[in-house]
Antibody, heavy 122, light 106 residues
Framework: EVQLVESGGGLVQPGGSLKLSCAAS????????MHWVRQASGEGLEWVGR??????????EYAASVKGRFTISRDDSKNTAYLQMNSLRTEDTAVYYC?????????????WGQGTLVTVSS | SYELTQPPSVSVSPGQTASITCSGD??????ACWYQQKPGQSPVLVIY???KRPSGIPERFSGSNSGNTATLTISGTQAMDEADYYC?????????FGGGTKLTVL
């Protein structure tokens, strides 16, 4: 069974930084792309970015709204993906979900974690 | 930037067919996915690659994609299908979600 557990959320001031983690189990993590998707309270889903697997050169892509501020990385030895968020803005306040396509491929966000709340406020 | 447009709300009577649309420029040239999200829960994939159902998703869920519109169809809608539904596609390796549709079963 696929399990994705996010951690690291919390309260941070505007301009600050935060690093989220996503611990994965139940599938071949090293062969799977990993996504981050966020959802502000009462709002819709927003794709944040993706990191592909080693065979795809760990390529990363980002939404325009976070490009240059957020960085996605992974540690295949720990079955963990990360989202480093810098220069945070109040509009980055949201629940952040980690997700994977597993064997559905990198273009299907098939399995989701429970999310972690990030609040950017002074 | 690429945009996907969904109606904010759709209502359906129990047992009837619900159709939720998702519009985008030349959307049929891309694969569409659909996600169901119930209050307080994480999204669940219900359709991928336009028409395919993941394991465990009931047969009453189906999808199509033609021209500029992808459609999620729920046949014999049940009360448990009441949820928010989001379409999603890829544009130049960037993921894009529609704004979501609240399905009410009444």
């Amino acid at each position: 069974e696929v399990q994705l557990v996010e951690s690291g959320g919390g309260l941070v001031q505007p301009g600050g930084s935060l690093k989220l983690s996503c611990a994965a189990s139940g599938f071949t993590f090293s062969g799977s792309g990993m996504h981050w998707v966020r959802q502000a309270s009462g709002e819709g889903l927003e794709w944040v970015g993706r990191i592909r697997s080693k065979v795809n050169t760990y390529a990363t892509e980002y939404a325009a709204s976070v490009k240059g501020r957020f960085t996605i990385s992974r540690d295949d030895s720990k079955n963990t993906a990360y989202l480093q968020m810098n220069s945070l803005r109040t509009e980055d306040t949201a629940v952040y979900y980690c997700a994977t396509g597993r064997d559905y491929g990198d273009y299907v966000v098939a399995f989701w974690g429970q999310g972690t709340l990030v609040t950017v406020s002074s | 930037s690429y945009e996907l447009t969904q109606p904010p709300s759709v209502s359906v009577s129990p047992g009837q067919t619900a159709s939720i649309t998702c519009s985008g420029d030349k959307l049929s040239n891309k694969y569409a996915c659909w996600y169901q999200q119930k209050p307080g829960q994480s999204p669940v994939l219900v359709i991928y690659q336009d028409t395919k159902r993941p394991s465990g998703i009931p047969e009453r869920f189906s999808g199509s994609n033609s021209g500029n519109t992808a459609t999620l169809t729920i046949s014999g809608t049940q009360a448990m299908d009441e949820a928010d539904y989001y379409c999603q596609a890829w544009d130049s390796s960037t993921g894009v979600f529609g704004g979501g549709t609240k399905l009410t079963v009444l």
